[in-house]
């Protein structure tokens, strides 16, 4: 991988287009992880990427932050190659949700600036509000200065989740990185997360590593990977009609979760032979 030149920035304003140029990477040499992964993300695009456990989902969008670098070919944002940016430029404009909402043993508001440390009480009360967040925190004792224990422990699923989509909000990043939780919540706290994740997705591009059959029908795009390859791509109805193995999953009645489909469906393997 190229050296990283330090002082490069990412030039503003950024619109937030992505595109990965013939991408590879392995974890150990002689063991690809990933193949060819070519794709481009418009600005404001949603991305849903699909497969079963171990496709390389997460692999692939860790590279946009370079939590790992790509061995051989390029990933560019607004046509600047991010081997040259640096880690904090390039890293400021990503925000990253994930299914473990990564909270840490400080008050609820350390929580939500931690997102960005010099927003104004304004700011942080519009993010925690479109988060669906200031009800519940507004119902505990100490409210925002509530401390909310170890890794979030003090607080519910659902409410660790929303605090960390306050967090993004607030960051305001143009890039959205989402791991969809598949924790199970109640019906009611799950349309509050449903509609918090599509204000933190307006006008952003964002790439979800999509589990809900209803988040990935939505999707502007949908890439579909198996053993670290896409092996198709496209809308939900171009896909559906194309009949691969999205179209198969589709057809598999009765389930929420794509991994429900994948199971149902029994191995993926004899699809791909």
């Known amino acids: 991988a190229p050296m ?3 002082d490069e920035a990412v030039r503003a304003p950024i619109r937030g287009e992505v595109i990965y140029e013939n991408v590879g990477f392995s974890y150990q040499p002689g063991l690809s992880v990933l193949r060819n992964i070519a794709l481009h993300a418009c600005p404001g695009e949603m991305i849903a990427l699909v497969g079963p456990t171990g ?25 600047q190659d991010i081997s040259g940016i640096s880690l904090e430029s390039l890293r400021a404009q990503i925000s990253v949700v ?8 400080g008050t609820i508001r ?6 960005r440390l010099d927003a104004t009480e304004a700011e942080l009360m519009a993010a925690s509000r479109a988060a669906n967040c200031h009800e519940f925190i507004e119902r505990l004792p100490d409210k925002y200065d509530s401390r909310v224990g170890e890794r979030g422990v003090k607080l519910s ?27 199970s919540v109640d ?8 509609e918090a994740l599509e204000r933190l997705m307006a006008n952003r591009t964002s790439f979800v590593i999509a589990h809900r ?11 579909v990977i198996n053993h670290g390859q896409i092996i198709e791509r496209g809308t939900h ?9 999205y179209s198969k999953l589709a057809r598999v009645q009765g389930t929420m979760f794509i991994e429900e489909s994948f199971e149902r469906l029994g191995t993926v393997e004899s699809e791909s032979q």
Do not use: H, W
Request: charged share 25%; hydrophobic share 45%; glycine share 6%.
């Open 237 to 245: 109805e171009e896909l559906v009609a194309s009949n691969g193995l």
């Open 187 to 194: 019906t009611a706290t799950e349309k509050l997360i449903q």
């Open 55 to 79: 496709a390389g989902k997460s692999t692939l969008v860790n590279l946009l932050p370079a939590f790992y670098e790509a061995d051989c070919g390029r990933i560019t944002i607004d046509g």
């Open 110 to 115: 350390e929580n939500i600036l931690y997102g």
């Open 157 to 183: 699923v659902g409410e660790k989740q929303r605090v960390s989509i306050a967090r993004a909000l607030l960051k305001n990043a143009p890039i959205l990185i989402l791991d969809e939780a598949t924790a």
């Open 4 to 6: 990283r030149r330090a």
């Open 213 to 223: 059959l209803s988040t990935i029908r939505k999707a502007d795009q949908i890439l």
């Open 98 to 105: 994930s299914q473990e909402a990564f909270l840490f043993n």
